[in-house]
């Protein structure tokens, strides 16, 4: 059975910063594509990273490019997200998201984790 857990959500003041990890079970972690989607109230989820089973190819959304950064260790089975210089509208649940299949889709994702609520106070 897979898992998908994430963990380091919280809430923090604008111009902060966070770290969001995510530690997978029952998939061989280093062979899949992973990445982070965000929801924010009363918006449709949308990609916020990607990154391919060797930790290139990575991708952002306009948004975070530059104050985020995905990253992933094979060994231990995680992925990350650092998020720096926080904004407000940053403010959304974050789903890890594990074997994507077509470039940072939704539609491509086979397993989600059940999202970690970060909330960034202005």
């Known amino acids: 059975q897979v898992q998908v857990v994430e963990s380091g959500g919280g809430l923090v003041q604008a111009g902060g910063s966070l770290r969001l990890s995510c530690t997978v079970s029952?998939?061989?972690?280093?062979?899949?594509?992973m990445g982070w989607f965000r929801q924010a109230p009363g918006k449709e989820r949308e990609g916020v990273s990607c990154i391919h089973p060797s930790g290139d190819g990575i991708v952002y959304a306009d948004s975070v490019k530059g104050r985020f950064a995905i990253s992933r260790d094979n060994r231990k089975n995680t992925l990350y997200l650092q998020m720096n210089s926080l904004k407000p509208e940053d403010t959304a649940v974050y789903y890890c998201?594990?074997?994507?299949?077509?470039?940072?889709?939704?539609?491509?994702?086979?397993?989600w984790g059940q999202g970690t609520q970060v909330t960034v106070s202005s």
């Open positions: 029952g998939l061989p972690f280093h062979a899949y594509k």
């Open positions: 998201a594990a074997d994507l299949t077509l470039g940072c889709q939704q539609s491509s994702v086979h397993y």
